[in-house]
């Protein structure tokens, strides 16, 4: 880098054609090395991402409700965490001793740095992650199925896929959710100014944030779990 500054300044005070040249076979010089820099990073996020598939696939299936399941009341929607532990690594702590009990109507956020747990927290409630030790209960249940069905999750990464419009997506949502409000998402996707007809893959990491949040929120759920929702 040395090197070109002194060789560009010399051209600079000698003839301003050379430098624009020099400057020019510079970039082309350096190009080759820009695009592998992104072919490397490409490849650790591909990696990543396999490593995430990898680990849904090691997941422990849900079971299913047996014949003599209860169905949930009516306005059910309590947390429960009963001396709650979870840990990645056996040896490294993450939730330890976790006592936390939540009633309907209540409203609360997770507030701390980042990799303290907020996102394992919301993953163990919703039933996606199963804890070490100590109990979870969704309206007086273990998760399963039927709590499922009242909780209305939204993750901290875009789930929708890029090639549907809006409008797909909210048939996707009201095909999938007996609760899903559609007439109230058409509301608000109004008041936020978002066409139902763009693609999600022309979103901006804003818009498709409001969207899925829009989405998430128009389901008629007794409990709402929101990671990281703007």
């Known amino acids: 880098e040395i090197g070109v500054r002194l060789v560009g300044s010399e051209m600079c005070i000698r003839d301003r054609g050379q430098l624009s040249v020099f400057l020019n076979y510079a970039n082309q010089y350096t190009k080759p090395f820009n695009d592998i820099s992104d072919v490397m990073t490409e490849l650790q996020n591909a990696l990543a991402c396999a490593q995430r598939v990898f680990d849904l696939i090691d ?4 079971v299913p409700d047996g014949p003599d399941a209860v169905a949930l009341p009516h306005g059910a929607g309590s947390v429960e965490f009963d ?29 701390g740095p980042t990799g303290c747990g ?33 909780v209305s999750y939204l993750p901290d990464r875009n789930t929708l896929p890029g090639w549907m419009t809006i409008a797909q997506a909210l048939d996707y949502y009201g095909d999938f959710y007996s609760d899903f409000r559609r007439g109230v998402a058409e509301a608000m996707l109004m008041n936020l100014g978002l066409d139902r ?31 990281e929702p703007i």
């Open 118 to 150: 907020k996102t394992t927290l919301i993953k163990l409630a919703n039933g996606l992650l199963t804890p070490t030790s100590g109990e979870i209960l969704i309206a007086g249940k273990a998760p399963c199925r039927a709590t499922k069905a009242i």
């Open 197 to 227: 007809t763009q693609k999600i893959k022309t979103l901006s990491k804003g818009m498709r944030e409001k969207t899925q949040l829009i989405l998430t929120m128009s389901r008629d759920a007794k409990l709402y779990l929101l990671d």
């Open 83 to 111: 001396h709650v532990r979870f840990r990645y690594v056996d040896d490294v702590p993450l939730i330890e001793d976790m006592n936390l009990k939540v009633v309907p109507g209540q409203r609360i956020a997770l507030v």
């Open 59 to 62: 997941e422990t299936p849900i």
